[in-house]
């Protein structure tokens, strides 16, 4: 919807359209326009959920950088002015299609436990389910050596020059974005807590408000230390001796050995076929296999002709995904922890085939996992995935080069902990773990959690067609599902398909938001679903398109966050 204005100007008459205020996830289906035009460039692009940054990676690539120089620059950005979704003291996961050798690859640049984390341990304190936030819930950060990683081998710049906006808004300051700095105030109780992150975050006992300009000095002085003295000074120098030192004094179990023998892995993509498109994901310990499971059981019916977010594609939706996630928790862990073959036989279509012939039309439906004979405890599922505060962002360049990226401290402001003066605040992603004996994703030394992040891209005959993510925990898969079907089989372009009205299903009850009507909600009620407001529920997409006739680079930036796509 759109209102025109009427406006004498020299004589001639003009009409003014402008964009009325809309409500997340409000637009319902069809050959709609999006609440904003596609971005366009033939140079590069960039989407990231915080304009600051989108500007930051825009200049990168303008100055002759290529996509990965402008993704760790915008990433370095965005782990300043968004403190509550991302920081240096979380993780990381890229996707890269190389255009020197024509190629994709994937980074893995998430942290595993302490050595000292056994069972034992945690039996010991007393503990019978991994706490969501504490010292006991952080893991060895990976983002520095994520973006050192993606430097050295794809980027054209050093990470140095590539820190060098984020150090001047940590040190200078910026002002704080409208949804950001809701996030934050939403946390002021949690950050009043511990006394290194009021002091960081809540300048005069307060968080800032929307439009007040925030520094954080302390993370621009560890930023700088970064840029001289590269990852090891995040990993065996001044800094990790100042968090380790912080772990001690709370009683963590993280040291000296934990952070110099980290490293990131770069890893193959996962990938399933999807109506004739190539989708890649990330292998575990990412839920990637949820959404290409999902889409290879979604895949045997004919999608378009139910109509995009009528009761019978919502329905069948849900069921794929309540099928994915009961595989997710009984099966994914660390990769090396998962029982040989299981992740061949989930993303295959055989196996598709035989799940969704359990679907009824009718009648929603209990589902156990596929019967792989890897756990021995098939009833746990994963819960602290709705924790999910992340950024996602993706840039391509004129060369052909290609970036999905996403980072995340997991929680909103992660652990709710800042290491001493550090300026860090620290992810809870060992929460991801579980204490059940035996189970693929029980606590162990040295091991990567569950994790929810994955960054996502299309290939169309061999070649990058959409780089994508959607933020947000247990969102994410189902979401990337939604995404791919919008785009896929409705011919959305990439701006309306990550903003239409999505539903997100969690437990027993069934999120939507408010672009789908009454009239489907009753429907989905017969059915035996449990529809509720979603408002606030379904992150934030980002997401680039190639056009394969002009080789035009397209963006996507949703109005759920304060993002920007923007192109040259």
């Given at each position: 919807m759109?209102s025109?204005?009427?406006?004498?100007?020299?004589?001639v008459?003009?009409?003014v359209?402008?964009?009325?205020?809309?409500?997340?996830g409000?637009?319902p289906a069809?050959?709609i326009?999006?609440?904003?035009?596609?971005?366009l460039?033939?140079?590069?692009?960039?989407a990231?959920?915080q304009?600051?940054?989108?500007?930051?990676?825009?200049?990168?690539?303008?100055?002759?950088?290529?996509?990965?120089d402008?993704?760790?620059?915008?990433?370095?950005?965005l782990?300043?002015v968004?403190p509550?979704m991302n920081?240096?003291?979380?993780?990381?996961?890229a996707i890269?299609?190389?255009?020197?050798t024509?190629?994709?690859?994937?980074l893995?640049?998430?942290g595993?436990s302490?050595?000292?984390?056994?069972?034992?341990e945690?039996?010991?304190?007393?503990?019978k389910?991994m706490?969501?936030?504490g010292?006991?819930?952080v893991?060895v950060?990976?983002?520095?050596d994520?973006?050192?990683?993606l430097?050295?081998?794809?980027g054209t710049?050093n990470l140095?020059?590539a820190?060098?906006?984020?150090?001047?808004?940590a040190?200078?300051?910026f002002?704080?974005q409208?949804?950001?700095?809701d996030?934050?105030?939403?946390?002021?109780k949690?950050l009043?807590?511990d006394?290194a992150a009021?002091?960081t975050f809540?300048?005069?006992?307060q968080?800032p408000?929307?439009?007040?300009?925030f520094a954080?000095?302390?993370l621009?002085?560890?930023?700088?230390l970064i840029?001289k003295?590269?990852?090891d000074?995040f990993y065996?120098g001044?800094?990790?001796?100042?968090?380790?030192?912080?772990?001690?004094?709370?009683?963590?179990?993280?040291?000296?050995?934990?952070?110099?023998?980290?490293?990131s892995?770069?890893?193959?993509?996962?990938?399933?076929?999807y109506r004739?498109h190539?989708?890649?994901?990330?292998?575990?310990?990412?839920?990637?296999f949820?959404?290409l499971?999902?889409?290879?059981?979604?895949?045997g019916?004919?999608?378009?002709a139910l109509?995009?977010n009528?009761a019978?594609?919502?329905?069948l939706?849900?069921e794929?995904k309540?099928?994915?996630f009961?595989?997710?928790a009984?099966?994914?862990a660390?990769r090396?922890?998962?029982?040989?073959?299981?992740l061949?036989?989930l993303?295959?279509?055989?196996?598709?085939?035989m799940?969704?012939?359990?679907i009824?039309?009718?009648?929603?439906?209990n589902?156990k996992p596929?019967?792989l004979g890897?756990?021995?405890?098939?009833?746990?599922?994963f819960t602290g995935?709705?924790?999910g505060d992340?950024i996602?962002m993706?840039?391509?360049d004129?060369?052909?080069?290609?970036?999905?990226?996403?980072q995340?401290?997991?929680?909103?402001?992660?652990?709710?902990?800042?290491?001493?003066?550090t300026?860090?605040t620290?992810?809870?992603?060992g929460?991801?773990?579980?204490?059940?004996?035996g189970?693929?994703n029980?606590?162990?030394?040295?091991k990567?959690?569950l994790?929810?992040?994955?960054p996502a891209?299309?290939?169309?005959?061999?070649?990058?067609?959409v780089s994508?993510?959607?933020?947000?925990?247990?969102?994410?898969?189902?979401a990337?599902a939604?995404?791919?079907?919008?785009l896929?089989?409705?011919?959305m372009?990439i701006?309306?398909?990550g903003?239409?009205?999505?539903?997100?299903?969690?437990?027993?009850?069934?999120s939507?938001?408010?672009?789908?009507?009454?009239?489907v909600?009753?429907?989905?009620?017969?059915?035996?679903?449990?529809?509720r407001d979603?408002?606030?529920a379904?992150?934030?997409f980002q997401?680039i398109?190639?056009?394969?006739r002009?080789?035009v680079l397209?963006?996507?930036s949703d109005?759920?966050?304060d993002g920007?796509?923007?192109?040259?």
């Open positions: 759109r025109s204005i009427l406006v004498a100007l020299t004589g008459l003009l009409i359209t402008t964009p009325q205020a809309q409500v997340p409000d637009r069809g050959n326009r999006g609440t904003r035009s596609v971005a460039g033939r140079n590069g692009m960039i990231t959920s304009a600051l940054a989108s500007a930051a990676g825009l200049k990168a690539l303008q100055d002759g950088g290529n996509a990965i402008a993704a760790i620059t915008a990433a370095g950005v782990a300043v968004e509550s920081g240096i003291g979380g993780d990381l996961l890269v299609w190389d255009a020197k024509k190629k994709v690859y994937a893995d640049a998430t595993r302490a050595y000292g984390a056994t069972p034992e945690f039996a010991k304190r007393g503990l389910s706490p969501g936030s010292p006991l819930s893991d950060p990976g983002v520095v994520g973006w050192s990683q430097l050295t081998r794809f710049i140095a020059k820190l060098q906006p984020a150090i001047k808004y040190r200078d300051g002002p704080v409208e949804i950001i700095a996030d934050w105030n939403d946390a002021a949690r009043s807590q006394a009021a002091k809540l300048p005069n006992g968080p408000l929307h439009g007040e300009v954080n000095p302390r621009a002085a560890t930023l700088e840029a003295g590269g990852r000074a065996k001044t800094i990790a001796r100042a968090i380790i030192a912080d772990m001690r004094v709370r009683n963590g179990l993280l040291d000296e050995r934990d952070f110099s023998e980290h490293k892995d770069w890893v193959e993509p996962i990938q399933t076929t004739g190539d989708v890649l994901e990330m292998p575990p310990s990412t839920q990637g949820v959404a499971e999902m889409l290879n059981i979604l895949e019916f004919d999608i378009k109509g995009h009528t019978e594609y919502l329905h939706v849900i794929a309540k099928i994915a009961a595989d997710r009984a099966y994914l660390d090396d922890a998962m029982a040989k073959d299981a061949k036989t993303l295959s279509k055989d196996y598709a085939a799940r969704r012939k359990e009824s039309m009718e009648k929603t439906g589902y596929g019967g890897a756990t021995t405890s098939q009833d746990v599922d995935a709705d924790l992340t996602y993706t840039a391509a004129g060369q052909g080069n290609v970036i999905s990226l996403i995340s401290l997991f929680g909103s402001f992660g652990a709710g902990i800042v290491a001493g003066d300026g860090i620290l992810h809870n992603r929460s991801g773990f579980n204490l059940t004996a189970h693929p029980e606590i162990a030394p040295h990567r959690p994790h929810t992040l994955v891209m299309i290939l169309k005959d061999g070649k990058p067609f994508f993510g959607v933020m947000g925990g247990d969102n994410q898969a189902q990337h939604q995404v791919v079907m919008n896929i089989d409705f011919g372009n701006q309306t398909a903003e239409v009205a999505r539903m997100r299903h969690g437990g027993q009850e069934l939507l938001e408010s672009g789908i009507g009454d009239e909600r009753t429907a989905l009620s017969a059915r035996g679903h449990k529809p979603g408002r606030g379904m992150g934030g997401g398109m190639i056009d394969p002009t080789g397209m963006g996507g109005l759920r966050k920007l796509a923007i192109g040259w």
